[in-house]
């Protein structure tokens, strides 16, 4: 008889909800961050190993290695894809739940052992281990001042109290030290190469240094961006089809979906000029970053919940497939979430995952709520994500509008084939020469099973790029927005791509993704001052990017039209 390693909530002597805690929050509690760093550190001392919760061993379940885990069995044979992780399909949020789930379990074991090693204030840290869950970074907020990476990311030390007193160590969350050469001997070239993980490598040689600077510059660039996407993606996404995921639909909603804005993430924290551990989906989450990333992710899913509590998992296929999965299937609620046990015989599926309540986390934004009834955690969530991430998009500017003159937003519908250029890549989105936006494909290298899959090989990825905020900002005294007066400013556009062909050369936008069609589009804001605009129809502008980069006659859009100008 196989012993499964079983994934569950927190195994605590006083199982309780805690909540999963801001990074930059946490940082603030001295033991529960020391606690943090302690137990990472522990993970990553142990080895690869396809049965346990090692750092490596939880982190080769995403990706490569592509081997069995759990002793779930073999490899499914028409499968493109060789790791367990569901991308590009109805369940990304929910087996990525699972996972932070699994992260979390490991994490807190380690830090309940860890409490027990101090020999003074026991009671405390213990209390401090008890509550820890899985942090997570909100990198859709820059925090107060000038926008900044959370220092905590990108320094290679680290002072924390230790059981032996208060030390400086290796920060775990800057770099990931391999242990085991089959492990790294199972990445493709140049991930081989390199005995740490890195962000925005120097080269793709052994030598190669991460570049922190860069992920930094990314962030300030980007974290506007992402916040206006986050709160279009959490307020006028609503279906789980295209909420879910980044594979494009015959009716796109016209906002992100919850995992395009985190392939922008993924590019964003790992680098694409030359391709950082976080920017390929083999290999990510070898990164600790990952798991920073991917609790926000879940946390962005349960406030997407709270605003629908009547939405969940709805069939679909599972492009490329993954280990145990085969290519093009179907999958629904009640799919296994692969390699997860929850028992010796069952894994966990989506229908088991609603709440988080029952998986003993919660995130800050639900505390206080927990006797409300939905309606009401509803209008709370709202009113949370509204002063956290939005509304401010949808005020006009001028106040009041010039009369006979409509609000609206603008944006930018941008669609290309996610492998055509055969490696993960980004696609940055300047306004006079400077970057505003970018958005990303977060995909798997060449040598990889997936660049060669035929079956997937027309998969097109929608983007969204919101421009409303961007326009007032460049041009303060904005007469309208209509056409006429936002015409100039679209012409203002240019894209640039971000990453590098097999041989080494920098990837040209004008030669390298053919497939790339962008579409501007405005919806009139119809209530622009109630608590919660409603937008109007889509109004796509075809005609405005004539003779310029990713402009296509509107009939090969193939979109349901909604009305054209
Ligand atoms: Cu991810």
């Not at 087996?95 to 101090?118: C, D, G, S």
């Not at 509590?309 to 093009?328: K, S």
């Not at 492998?419 to 989105?429: A, L, N, P, R, T």
Request: net charge negative.
């Amino acid at each position: 008889m196989s012993n499964h390693p079983i994934v569950q909530p927190v195994q605590s002597l006083h199982p309780a909800v805690h909540n999963r805690r801001e990074l930059r929050d946490l940082q603030s509690d001295h033991r529960q961050f020391s606690l943090y760093i302690l137990s990472l550190r522990e993970l990553m001392k142990e080895h690869f190993n396809v049965n346990d919760f090692s750092y490596p061993s939880i982190a080769g379940i995403h990706g490569q290695p592509y081997v069995e885990w759990g002793s779930s069995g073999p490899e499914t044979s028409d499968t493109q894809f060789g790791g367990y992780c569901t991308h590009g399909s109805v369940l990304f949020p929910t087996w990525h739940r699972v996972y932070t789930l699994l992260f979390e379990q490991a994490l807190f074991a380690k830090a309940n052992e860890i409490a027990k090693q101090y020999p003074t204030e026991r009671d405390e840290w213990s209390k401090a281990a008890d509550a820890l869950r899985s942090p997570y970074w909100d990198w859709a907020h820059a925090g107060p001042g000038k926008p900044q990476v959370p220092s905590v990311l990108v320094t290679p030390s680290i002072s924390i109290t230790t059981p032996e007193g208060v030390k400086e160590v290796d920060n775990p969350l800057y770099t990931y030290k391999f242990l085991d050469v089959s492990v790294t001997n199972s990445f493709g070239d140049p991930w081989h190469n390199w005995k740490t993980t890195l962000r925005y490598p120097t080269n793709e040689n052994p030598d190669a240094k991460s570049n922190m600077a860069g992920f930094n510059d990314w962030f300030v660039d980007d974290v506007k961006h992402l916040r206006n996407e986050v709160y279009m993606c959490l307020t006028r996404n609503p279906r789980w089809e295209t909420f879910s995921n980044h594979s494009a639909t015959d009716e796109p909603v016209g906002v992100n979906s919850l995992e395009t804005i985190h392939d922008q993430v993924h590019e964003g924290i790992g680098g694409s000029e030359t391709e950082g551990h976080m920017a390929i989906i083999p290999v990510a989450a070898f990164d600790a970053s990952f798991f920073l990333h991917h609790t926000n992710v879940d946390r962005l899913l349960s406030l997407w919940q709270a605003l629908h509590p009547d939405l969940w998992v709805i069939p679909g296929p599972q492009p490329n497939g993954t280990f145990t999965i085969a290519d093009g299937a179907t999958v629904n609620v009640d799919s296994d979430l692969t390699p997860f046990w929850n028992t010796q015989s069952t894994y966990w599926k989506s229908t088991e995952v609603k709440s988080t309540d029952d998986l003993l986390y919660t995130y800050p934004e639900f505390n206080g709520l927990e006797k409300s009834s939905p309606q009401q955690v509803k209008e709370a969530i709202m009113e949370k994500v509204d002063a956290l991430y939005g509304h401010h998009l949808f005020v006009p500017k001028p106040k009041p509008m010039p009369s006979g003159r409509t609000p609206r937003t603008w944006n930018l519908h941008i669609r290309f084939k996610k492998y055509e250029f055969g490696s993960s890549f980004g696609i940055d989105v300047l306004f006079d020469g400077q970057r505003v936006a970018s958005v990303a494909s977060f995909a798997s290298r060449r040598n990889t099973p997936c660049a060669n899959c035929q079956n997937n090989i027309n998969l097109e990825l929608d983007s969204f790029v919101h421009l409303t905020e961007l326009f007032y900002e460049k041009e303060p005294s904005l007469h309208s927005l209509d056409l006429e007066h936002v015409r100039p400013l679209l012409e203002r556009i240019t894209f640039v791509m971000r990453g590098r062909k097999e041989d080494g050369s920098p990837a040209d936008i004008d030669h390298d993704l053919p497939s790339l069609k962008v579409l501007p589009y405005s919806q009139d804001i119809i209530d622009p001052d109630s608590s919660f605009p409603r937008l109007g129809n889509v109004v796509h502008y075809p005609g405005v990017l004539r003779g310029r980069l990713g402009q296509l006659p509107y009939s090969e859009w193939a979109l349901p039209s909604e009305g054209t100008a």
